[in-house]
């Protein structure tokens, strides 16, 4: 026999797969002489053999009594066996494999009792029930098939869009929910304090109060000063905390449910990561889906498969010319990168400051014709939508020559727009706070405030519907008509902007957000306004764009998406937190003159009657709870929270490392026994051939037409 030559494997010099040891199982199931050589039991093994490995694997298993139990292994794991109570359709095996299993199923059900057969055939069904219902369910998602139509087309990164502007529209919807239940309902159904004006449309009123949120607008329940107390009038329930309540619950519910799709597509795209890859085989040979029976759902399976290779092979070609780099050449692109950084620092600088010019002269719109003073108003949100329609332009040409990969060139471009948008409605906001009180110090400073953010969210809106309607479709249709004319050809083939759409959408999110207290029917115009959305750009990706030539991964982007949400609500949460804090700490000059919080009182003090009404317990741990006292223990509490969490990451992570290790030797197993039964049948082969050769030798040659009968050597051998 021939001598075997080993081969190396690099996942041998993990340092979890040479601790691993034979199981017991192996032992049993293995005892042969080849088993022994195997490349999996040699790498778990130290440097010298192990004397009496088998008798000490005899002696764990207690003789073949064990050996039997064993070798029946179905049946001895218990009724607990997960895998038993799936049902066979959900069983990654092959066609025999799960006839096998069915087989071992009814011979086990028939060594059980009744009461655990019918325990365990209930289960499988109830499993299978809610299987079928989460796929009837899923199909009954609105746009589902708007999104496999896109993603079929466009790929995962436009369909990443839209899904994420799906999520926001079922966001906004549950914050309608919230404020029907918390503020709009106990208003409706209690009524408002008797001082209250009827709710009318005066002579003074015109339609230009719906875009500039004043007269019959501001007196309606969209803004602040509608909800002043009423007939609910008890220390602890009662309009103002209520209204208070509700605003925090639904800043509270959504920082819950970001913070789940921000960590769940964190994990996905850690798992999908580079380390976690698929090969090309498997989305070549295994990617199809063999129950599309539709022409166009098949079209469409063949460009999820086309723009996934080509997302794949543009990945890898950009990892190979990044290896290839010089140290000079490493040195002159992170030089050229740090001067681009200064370019763009200086260009959000001078955005700031054309933000803070457009607040000022808004401020003096008043005394003008009508028209001037509506552009007045609108200025700072003209200015804003200027500065964000035309900057993250500038930032995607910068990046382009950064040398990133396609998708880091969108990641990167996504987080310099993002800091645009949300420093530039925080400077607006801090402008807003530090003037509107001193130039109107009478009015309602809340529905001041709650009117700008009305005119952001109602302009943000037009600005999407004339972008598309008046620049996008004018170009397509002058690319259709005249496609040879030089303007079509310098204005180019429009391509869907995922970066720029995306950050209008947070935009607007965030604008929700931040006005929720001030403007409670705002998350029900930002919901009409995404639903609206969603269907505009429908008619600009499949309209008026082109597949983009480079694909980007959008599982990543996603977890970029909700993560720039995440901000956008921590900066809503600290301009509330700075608004209560600034009418605490200037009572006489920032008090609420209208709303739930009118008539000299305060969020501060309606909840410290409601606390003093409580029981002496109650109010003693809410004292502790709001003191700083319990800040120490939260702190130790989050840092064992975070510390188990660590902890459980890196033992997961040694389980992977393990389990890809069994994989590169499961493989290497492999190879060794296809050569060893090669090297056993040649010998087989040897003799028959010498015999052959030997009997043509000594056969006299026959005519054509005959052919020789066997010879009889053959037949002996």
């Given at each position: 026999m021939?001598?075997?030559?080993?081969?190396?494997?690099?996942?041998?010099?993990?340092?979890?797969?040479?601790?691993?040891?034979?199981?017991?199982?192996?032992?049993?199931?293995?005892?042969?002489?080849?088993?022994?050589?195997l490349?999996?039991?040699?790498?778990?093994?130290?440097?010298?053999?192990?004397?009496?490995l088998?008798?000490?694997?005899?002696?764990?298993?207690?003789?073949?009594?064990?050996g039997e139990?064993?070798?029946?292994?179905?049946?001895?794991?218990?009724?607990?066996?997960k895998?038993?109570?799936q049902?066979?359709r959900?069983?990654?095996?092959c066609?025999?494999?799960?006839?096998?299993?069915?087989?071992?199923?009814?011979?086990?059900i028939?060594?059980i009792?009744?009461?655990?057969?019918?325990?365990?055939?209930?289960?499988?069904?109830?499993?299978?029930?809610?299987?079928?219902?989460?796929g009837?369910?899923?199909?009954?998602?609105?746009?589902?098939?708007?999104?496999?139509?896109?993603?079929?087309?466009?790929?995962?990164?436009?369909?990443?869009?839209?899904?994420?502007?799906?999520?926001?529209?079922?966001?906004?919807?549950?914050?309608?929910a919230?404020?029907?239940a918390?503020?709009?309902?106990?208003?409706?159904?209690?009524g408002?304090?008797?001082?209250?004006?009827?709710?009318?449309?005066?002579?003074?009123?015109?339609?230009?109060?719906?875009?500039?949120?004043?007269?019959?607008?501001?007196?309606?329940?969209?803004?602040?000063?509608?909800?002043?107390?009423?007939?609910?009038?008890?220390?602890?329930?009662?309009?103002?905390?209520?209204?208070?309540?509700?605003?925090?619950?639904?800043?509270?519910?959504?920082?819950?449910?970001?913070?789940?799709?921000t960590?769940?597509?964190?994990?996905?795209?850690?798992?999908?990561?580079?380390?976690?890859?698929?090969?090309?085989?498997?989305?070549?040979?295994?990617?199809?889906?063999?129950?599309?029976?539709?022409?166009?759902?098949a079209?469409?399976?063949?460009?999820?498969?086309?723009?996934?290779?080509?997302l794949?092979?543009?990945?890898?070609?950009?990892?190979?010319?990044?290896?290839?780099?010089?140290?000079?050449?490493?040195?002159?692109?992170?030089?050229?990168?740090?001067?681009?950084?200064?370019?763009?620092?200086?260009?959000?600088?001078?955005?700031?400051?054309?933000?803070?010019?457009?607040?000022?002269?808004?401020?003096?719109?008043?005394?003008?014709?009508?028209?001037?003073?509506?552009?007045?108003?609108?200025?700072?949100?003209?200015?804003?939508?200027?500065?964000?329609?035309?900057?993250?332009?500038?930032?995607?040409?910068?990046?382009?020559?950064?040398?990133?990969?396609?998708?880091?060139?969108?990641?990167?471009?996504?987080?310099?727009?993002?800091?645009?948008?949300?420093?530039?409605?925080?400077?607006?906001?801090f402008?807003?706070?530090?003037?509107?009180?001193?130039?109107?110090p009478?009015?309602?400073?809340?529905?001041?405030?709650?009117?700008?953010?009305?005119?952001?969210?109602?302009f943000?809106?037009?600005?999407?519907?004339?972008?598309?309607?008046?620049?996008?479709?004018?170009?397509?249709?002058?690319?259709e008509?005249?496609?040879?004319?030089?303007?079509?050809?310098?204005?180019?083939?429009?391509?869907?902007?995922?970066?720029?759409?995306?950050?209008?959408?947070?935009?607007?999110?965030?604008?929700?957000?931040?006005?929720?207290?001030?403007?409670?029917?705002?998350?029900?115009?930002?919901?009409?306004?995404?639903?609206?959305?969603?269907?505009?750009?429908?008619?600009?990706?499949?309209?008026?764009?082109?597949?983009?030539?480079?694909?980007?991964?959008?599982?990543?982007?996603?977890?970029?998406?909700?993560?720039?949400?995440?901000?956008?609500?921590?900066?809503?949460?600290?301009?509330?937190?700075?608004?209560?804090?600034?009418?605490?700490?200037?009572?006489?000059?920032?008090?609420?003159?209208?709303?739930?919080?009118?008539?000299?009182e305060?969020?501060?003090?309606?909840?410290?009657?409601?606390?003093?009404?409580?029981?002496?317990?109650?109010?003693?741990?809410?004292?502790?709870l709001?003191?700083e006292?319990?800040?120490?223990?939260?702190?130790?509490a989050?840092?064992i929270?975070l510390?188990?969490?660590?902890?459980?990451?890196?033992?997961?992570?040694?389980?992977?490392?393990?389990l890809?290790?069994?994989?590169?030797?499961?493989?290497?197993?492999?190879?060794?026994?296809?050569?060893?039964?090669?090297?056993?049948?040649?010998?087989?082969?040897?003799?028959?051939?010498?015999?052959?050769?030997?009997?043509?030798e000594?056969?006299?040659?026959?005519?054509?037409?005959?052919?020789?009968?066997?010879?009889?050597?053959?037949?002996?051998?």
């Amino acid at each position: 026999m021939e001598e075997h030559n080993s081969v190396n494997f690099m996942r041998l010099l993990s340092e979890e797969s040479t601790r691993s040891t034979v199981s017991s199982d192996s032992c049993e199931y293995y005892q042969t002489e080849i088993f022994d050589q195997l490349p999996s039991i040699q790498a778990s093994r130290p440097e010298q053999d192990r004397p009496g490995l088998w008798e000490a694997c005899e002696a764990h298993q207690g003789g073949p009594e064990a050996g039997e139990r064993i070798s029946h292994g179905h049946l001895s794991r218990g009724p607990k066996d997960k895998a038993f109570t799936q049902p066979l359709r959900s069983l990654v095996m092959c066609l025999q494999g799960k006839r096998d299993a069915r087989y071992r199923r009814k011979m086990q059900i028939s060594n059980i009792g009744f009461w655990e057969s019918w325990r365990r055939s209930q289960s499988i069904n109830r499993k299978r029930v809610w299987a079928q219902m989460g796929g009837a369910l899923s199909d009954l998602l609105p746009w589902q098939h708007t999104l496999h139509t896109i993603e079929g087309r466009f790929g995962v990164g436009v369909k990443a869009y839209f899904v994420f502007l799906r999520y926001l529209v079922y966001l906004n919807l549950l914050h309608c929910a919230l404020v029907w239940a918390f503020i709009l309902g106990p208003t409706t159904f209690y009524g408002r304090s008797n001082s209250s004006e009827p709710l009318m449309f005066g002579g003074n009123d015109s339609v230009l109060d719906f875009f500039q949120g004043s007269g019959y607008l501001d007196r309606s329940p969209v803004f602040f000063g509608f909800y002043t107390r009423g007939s609910l009038n008890l220390l602890c329930l009662n309009t103002p905390l209520l209204y208070l309540a509700g605003t925090l619950i639904i800043l509270f519910l959504s920082l819950i449910l970001v913070v789940r799709r921000t960590t769940v597509g964190y994990k996905h795209t850690w798992m999908l990561g580079k380390r976690y890859s698929m090969n090309v085989s498997y989305k070549i040979f295994c990617g199809w889906d063999f129950t599309i029976q539709d022409p166009a759902a098949a079209t469409l399976k063949h460009c999820f498969i086309r723009n996934d290779l080509k997302l794949f092979l543009e990945e890898e070609s950009f990892s190979v010319r990044e290896a290839q780099r010089t140290l000079g050449q490493r040195v002159r692109l992170y030089l050229l990168r740090f001067v681009l950084n200064l370019l763009v620092l200086s260009l959000l600088g001078g955005a700031f400051y054309l933000i803070y010019f457009a607040t000022k002269t808004a401020q003096y719109g008043s005394g003008h014709y009508w028209l001037v003073s509506l552009v007045l108003q609108y200025l700072p949100p003209i200015t804003i939508t200027f500065v964000n329609l035309l900057l993250p332009h500038m930032f995607r040409k910068i990046s382009s020559f950064e040398d990133y990969s396609f998708t880091m060139q969108v990641n990167a471009t996504l987080v310099r727009s993002i800091f645009l948008k949300l420093a530039s409605l925080g400077i607006y906001l801090f402008f807003i706070f530090t003037t509107e009180h001193r130039q109107y110090p009478f009015h309602c400073r809340e529905n001041m405030f709650g009117r700008e953010m009305y005119k952001l969210c109602i302009f943000n809106f037009l600005a999407t519907f004339c972008n598309v309607f008046l620049l996008n479709y004018p170009r397509k249709l002058l690319q259709e008509k005249y496609p040879s004319s030089l303007l079509a050809r310098l204005l180019g083939k429009q391509r869907f902007l995922i970066p720029f759409n995306v950050l209008d959408l947070v935009y607007s999110q965030t604008v929700s957000w931040v006005g929720v207290y001030y403007c409670p029917l705002l998350p029900l115009i930002g919901a009409v306004t995404l639903m609206a959305t969603f269907y505009i750009q429908k008619f600009t990706v499949l309209r008026c764009c082109v597949a983009e030539q480079r694909m980007f991964r959008g599982s990543s982007s996603s977890v970029l998406f909700h993560f720039m949400l995440l901000l956008g609500l921590l900066m809503a949460a600290t301009t509330l937190g700075f608004n209560l804090y600034q009418l605490e700490a200037t009572p006489d000059q920032n008090m609420s003159s209208c709303g739930p919080f009118g008539n000299g009182e305060s969020v501060f003090n309606v909840t410290g009657v409601c606390v003093n009404s409580l029981p002496s317990p109650a109010q003693t741990t809410l004292r502790y709870l709001a003191s700083e006292a319990f800040v120490l223990p939260l702190i130790l509490a989050e840092i064992i929270l975070l510390t188990s969490y660590v902890s459980r990451g890196r033992a997961n992570q040694k389980a992977i490392e393990r389990l890809k290790d069994m994989l590169v030797m499961s493989s290497s197993d492999k190879r060794f026994l296809v050569k060893q039964h090669a090297t056993m049948l040649r010998p087989r082969r040897k003799p028959h051939r010498v015999c052959s050769a030997a009997i043509e030798e000594e056969a006299p040659p026959q005519p054509l037409e005959a052919p020789p009968p066997p010879p009889s050597g053959i037949l002996t051998h």
